[in-house]
């Protein structure tokens, strides 16, 4: 199956995921991917009330989309107390699941306007572009605690090698989310894969060859075309 196009908006939430793993970090399209990710998160995930995405700004972080007023309001209120799960997921490049809002006493901030809002569970997961380094944290934020614990043992199996339990299906959309991840994990191994190989053949430091693949890109390509030839041409 051929890699979804950046330059064709995509209705599925695996695709939408899939296609901003592979855009350079500064790609004109990533403002808008961001936004179909969120509007799709909110639409189609279960347990999901209300989504949000959270991106690094000249003086500190800003929301670049939200469902909801409820979702901007919690944003808001992380950014505030310069602390909460969107920001430790962004920074950090961790998922982080609040599995019962009333608990997250270390975010006083955040838990008293979650639990104004009737939100009684989060999820924040770091997304990245073509480098690999997060660009944005999206948030998910549930009325249900019991409906989202399983999303978060599931998306937290995502981001972490080895064994895990096998763990139950989930409704479409939340399978949607769970593919879209794994396949963006795939598709950053991938591009990394070939920027160490420029980097042993080309003897230059990772940022260097990272701008080497962004420019061997046609502009409105995904990165994942690029590093794939690199890799096969070493190969031979």
Known sequence: MSSPRPDQPSHDLTDALLVLAGLPDDAPALPEQLRAIVRLAAAVVGPVD???????????????AASDEAANALDLAQYADDAGPCLVALN????????????????????????????????????????????????????????????????????????????????VGSEQLLAGLTGALHTRDLIQRALGLLMDRDHIPAGPAYQHLVEATEPGRPLTGTATALLHQDAR
């Open 92 to 171: 950090t490049g961790e998922t982080v699941g609040v599995s019962d809002v009333a608990g997250a006493v270390v975010w006083p901030g955040f838990r008293d306007v979650a639990w104004r809002y009737g939100v009684r569970a989060s999820l924040s997961i770091p997304l990245f572009a073509g480098s690999g380094n997060p660009v944005a944290a999206l948030n998910l934020y549930s009325r249900d605690a019991a409906g989202m614990r399983p999303l978060i043992q599931r998306v937290e199996s995502c981001y972490h090698t080895g064994r895990t339990p096998v763990l139950p299906r989930l409704d």
């Open 50 to 64: 209300f989504a949000s995405v959270t991106v690094p700004a000249a003086d500190g972080h800003r929301t670049d």
